[in-house]
């Protein structure tokens, strides 16, 4: 069953019980996990996400997910799914262009020249080195 989800109670409720346990989020495809609880054997869910305008909606075959109620797998998905599409994001944001050669030399003749201060001479047996 389709779960709207929110930052609501349920999702900082179902957030706490997915913490307290331990679940093994896999990426499957985009908006796509498998979510294994590794404390029971054979517990293996799927964990769909979807979007519908500002809506989003989660979606999870365990028998709390069939009954309509936010599961820690949906929580612990979502974790994952936030940096997935962090990632995303990232990956379309485009790096700035590299300096051209001529902004480099231009940005050189900038600078100040560098001139460094050396100490006094070492003296070995009263001879300057
Ligand atoms: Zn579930």
């Given at each position: 069953?389709?779960?709207?989800?929110?930052?609501?109670?349920?999702?900082?409720r179902?957030a706490?019980?997915?913490?307290?346990?331990?679940?093994?989020?896999?990426?499957?495809?985009?908006?796509?996990?498998?979510?294994?609880?590794?404390?029971?054997?054979?517990?293996?869910y799927?964990?769909?996400?979807?979007?519908?305008?500002?809506?989003?909606?989660?979606?999870?075959?365990?028998?709390?997910?069939?009954?309509?109620?936010?599961?820690?797998?949906?929580?612990?998905?979502?974790?994952?799914?936030i940096?997935?599409?962090?990632?995303?994001?990232?990956a379309?944001?485009?790096?700035?262009?590299?300096?051209?050669?001529?902004?480099?030399?231009?940005?050189?003749?900038?600078?100040?020249?560098?001139?460094?201060?050396?100490?006094?001479?070492?003296?070995?047996?009263?001879?300057?080195?």
């Amino acid at each position: 069953m389709r779960i709207e989800l929110a930052e609501n109670d349920s999702m900082a409720r179902a957030a706490k019980r997915a913490r307290a346990s331990r679940l093994l989020v896999q990426v499957l495809a985009f908006r796509n996990y498998r979510v294994t609880n590794l404390k029971k054997a054979g517990a293996v869910y799927a964990v769909t996400f979807s979007v519908e305008g500002t809506r989003r909606f989660g979606n999870c075959d365990c028998v709390a997910g069939e009954r309509g109620v936010l599961c820690k797998h949906i929580a612990a998905a979502a974790a994952r799914h936030i940096c997935a599409a962090q990632e995303m994001i990232a990956a379309q944001t485009a790096t700035p262009a590299p300096p051209t050669a001529q902004e480099m030399h231009a940005a050189m003749d900038a600078a100040p020249v560098f001139k460094p201060t050396l100490p006094p001479a070492p003296k070995f047996r009263g001879v300057e080195l």
